[in-house]
């Protein structure tokens, strides 16, 4: 007789799984174990808020103020532009709306190719232009 095993936790599938039964390889919920870890328990079984999570949390808001950056771009370059190109209001007003249309349509598309062909090649390019 083969033994089955459970897809989602790698473990021997079980008719009436109950957490005593196994521990589950991954904390996502599995169809052996419905409820999912709370990010305390998870912290405890890792080992703590460690060097990993450190590094993660200052990526992560190395990230946040670069896309701040580019929401504040528009509103510190447009009244030196205005001067120079000699534009209206109504003018700039549409370099702002384009300008963010462009922002937007880029981040989908990256999007999707860094989905497709993953992001180590999508984001040296993204950034290049």
């Given at each position: 007789?083969?033994?089955?095993?459970?897809?989602l936790?790698?473990?021997?599938?079980?008719?009436?799984?109950?957490?005593?039964?196994?521990?589950?390889?991954?904390?996502?919920?599995?169809?052996?174990?419905?409820?999912?870890?709370?990010?305390?328990?998870?912290?405890?079984?890792?080992?703590?808020?460690?060097a990993?999570?450190?590094?993660?949390?200052?990526?992560?808001?190395?990230?946040?103020?670069?896309?701040?950056?580019?929401?504040?771009?528009?509103?510190?370059?447009?009244?030196?532009?205005?001067?120079?190109?000699?534009?209206?209001?109504?003018?700039?007003?549409?370099?702002?709306?384009?300008?963010?249309?462009?922002?937007?349509?880029?981040?989908?598309?990256f999007?999707?190719?860094?989905?497709?062909?993953?992001?180590?090649?999508?984001?040296?390019?993204?950034?290049?232009?």
């Open positions: 007789e083969s033994k089955k095993w459970c897809e936790c790698w473990t021997e599938s079980h008719q009436n799984p109950s957490p005593a039964d196994h521990i589950p390889s991954r904390m996502l919920p599995t169809a052996c174990d419905p409820h999912p870890a709370m990010i305390d328990e998870v912290l405890v079984q890792a080992g703590g808020f460690g990993f999570q450190r590094r993660a949390v200052l990526l992560s808001a190395l990230c946040f103020a670069c896309a701040g950056d580019v929401t504040i771009l528009p509103s510190l370059l447009l009244p030196r532009l205005k001067e120079a190109w000699r534009l209206e209001d109504v003018q700039v007003a549409l370099v702002t709306s384009l300008f963010f249309a462009g922002n937007t349509i880029g981040l989908v598309v999007g999707l190719l860094g989905d497709s062909f993953g992001r180590r090649r999508c984001v040296p390019t993204a950034v290049g232009l």
